[in-house]
């Protein structure tokens, strides 16, 4: 028989599975609006060519990875 304890114990991974769920589901709803962006095939910048692997990446890039790097520093 389960004490108040196990109980506890047991709704208080139920409620964190069910966090992590909605969490789960905001993240992929979060990407799959991303995927309607347009990725450029340039780099706004400096103009070199942005490689389809990182395109498919990063939904919407406009940087080549080099001019991001720039950026973000």
Do not use: F, N, W, Y
């Amino acid at each position: 028989m389960a004490d108040a304890a196990d109980i506890a114990t047991e709704r208080e991974c139920i409620l964190r599975q069910e966090a992590l769920a909605r969490l789960h589901a905001a993240r992929g709803a979060q990407r799959t609006s991303l995927t309607g962006l347009t990725s450029r095939a340039t780099c706004e910048e400096c103009g070199d060519p942005i490689p389809q692997a990182r395109r498919a990446a990063v939904p919407g890039v406009r940087l080549c990875i080099t001019c991001q790097k720039e950026l973000e520093a």
